[in-house]
């Protein structure tokens, strides 16, 4: 019964192209989504978030969308570069007391090919 | 301004014996989570606590598993008579206030059971 859903494993890209990273998620009581990045042997690392009342954020090269009605969001890298070769992590949390409460997606690893 | 500090970053355990994982938030944090990655997963919560509170611990197995977060010292994740299955990157995060699910990761707790 996973609630976040992260069907690619892996994702190759070349540097400068445009990494798309998607993620699906179930469960309607879902308001805030948020991207994290990790490294081998290190932690997750907070990237970028939205909430639910937008469709879009952007920061520098990351860019989130999210589209309510499909229950669906993607993060857009642009340009790709070698240092973002990592595994990223979709999560959701609900609204209400228990928003510190993070449902993660298993991750897509990026390889950004020189 | 260290961020969350885990220790220890590798533990080995035979089966039957006590884990101890420790976590040490960041300065001025306050509030304390934890969460396990098994293999091929993603991270899945396990406890939310303040100073000596649990305030949520939903995700907790509910044996052999406790967490406290002491009015001095670090948050202790405890794990009695370790089986197999318990072998996997333990997470801690923290966050300064109630609510955010912006939380900071450590490094995290590698365990493998033996």
């Known amino acids: 019964d996973q609630q976040v859903k992260q069907n690619s494993p892996s994702l190759s890209v070349q540097e400068g192209r445009i990494s798309i990273l998607n993620c699906d998620y179930t469960n309607s009581m879902f308001d805030y989504f948020l991207w994290y990045k990790k490294y081998p042997a290190e932690g997750p690392t907070f990237l970028i978030s939205i909430s639910s009342i937008k469709d879009k954020n952007e920061d520098g090269r990351f860019t989130v969308f999210l589209n309510k009605s499909a229950k669906h969001l993607s993060l857009h890298i642009v340009p790709s570069q070698p240092g973002d070769s990592a595994v990223y992590f979709c999560?959701?949390?609900?609204?209400?007391?228990?928003?510190?409460?993070?449902?993660f997606g298993k991750g897509t690893l990026l390889t950004v090919n020189p | 301004n260290a961020g969350v500090m885990q220790n220890p970053r590798h533990l080995v355990r035979r089966r039957g014996q006590e884990a101890r994982l420790r976590c040490s938030p960041m300065k001025g944090h306050s509030h304390v989570y934890w969460y396990r990655q098994l293999p091929e997963e993603g991270l899945k919560f396990m406890v939310y606590?303040?100073?000596?509170?649990?305030?949520?611990e939903s995700g907790m197995p509910k044996e052999r598993f406790s967490a406290e977060f002491p009015k001095e010292g670090p948050s202790i994740l405890r794990i009695q008579q370790v089986v197999r299955g318990d072998s996997a990157a333990y997470f801690c995060?923290?966050?300064?206030?109630?609510?955010?699910?912006?939380?900071?990761f450590g490094q995290g707790t590698r365990l493998t059971v033996v």
């Open positions: 999560a959701a949390s609900g609204s209400g007391g228990s928003n510190y409460k993070l449902t």
């Open positions: 995060a923290s966050s300064p206030r109630q609510g955010e699910p912006e939380a900071f």
């Open positions: 606590l303040q100073k000596e509170n649990i305030i949520d």
